[in-house]
């Protein structure tokens, strides 16, 4: 088990210091947008599925509530949260539609929408951020393996370098936390 645990910790190290290499230039320019945004008086809108949606409500949770530091809220919204919103369009137009449809409802010119996606494939997300960009906003994918479809509609693509879901879902969060700690001090230190 011992010889598990350290393989599992093994293949984590490997992916943050790829994403270290790799990713660092696109998470100061995720960090940018965000900012910008805020500074607009834009807001965030975050989807995703199954773990990513939790992921998507942890990050909103940072923006809206805090990080590290005393700040005033900035507006951002989980498109995953209201089961009443996401079983009503699922069960009227779809569930490909769950996101697309809030997009469409809450995001105006000059938001952001961010969608968090491991394979890159999930059809909700691809369909909301093409929308988002349709109507004006930013995008951002944390996406995982290649980027999938999404990656060619983000202006940010944040692609985790694995195939493997946990790993991808680790890299996500540890972004997550990297921009909300940047996002703070660049907007209130």
Do not use: H, W, Y
């Given at each position: 088990m011992i010889t598990e645990i350290t393989s599992q910790l093994v293949a984590h190290r490997e992916v943050i210091v790829r994403i270290e290499q790799d990713l660092s230039p696109l998470i100061a320019e995720m960090v940018?947008?965000?900012?910008?945004?805020?500074?607009?008086?834009?807001?965030?809108?975050?989807?995703?599925?199954?773990?990513?949606?939790?992921?998507?409500q942890h990050f909103v949770a940072e923006i809206v509530g805090r990080f590290k530091?005393?700040?005033r809220g900035l507006p951002a919204i989980a498109l995953s949260t209201d089961t009443s919103i996401l079983t009503a369009i699922g069960n009227d137009y779809g569930f490909d539609k769950v996101f697309r449809r809030q997009v469409e409802a809450l995001a105006?010119?000059?938001d952001l929408v961010v969608g968090i996606s491991t394979?890159?494939?999930?059809?909700?997300?691809?369909?909301?951020?093409?929308?988002?960009?349709?109507?004006?906003?930013s995008t951002v994918?944390?996406?995982?393996?290649?980027?999938?479809?999404?990656?060619?509609?983000?202006?940010?693509a944040l692609i985790v370098p694995t195939c493997d879901t946990p790993r991808v879902q680790e890299g996500h969060i540890t972004i997550i936390h990297i921009v909300c700690d940047l996002l703070e001090k660049r907007m209130f230190a």
């Open positions: 940018a947008l965000l900012e910008e945004t805020f500074k607009r008086g834009g807001k965030l809108l975050v989807m995703g599925n199954g773990g990513s949606a939790a992921d998507a530091m005393e700040r105006a010119p000059g394979s890159g494939n999930s059809p909700n997300v691809l369909q909301a951020l093409e929308l988002a960009r349709e109507i004006g906003c994918g944390l996406l995982g393996t290649d980027g999938g479809s999404i990656k060619n509609i983000c202006d940010v």
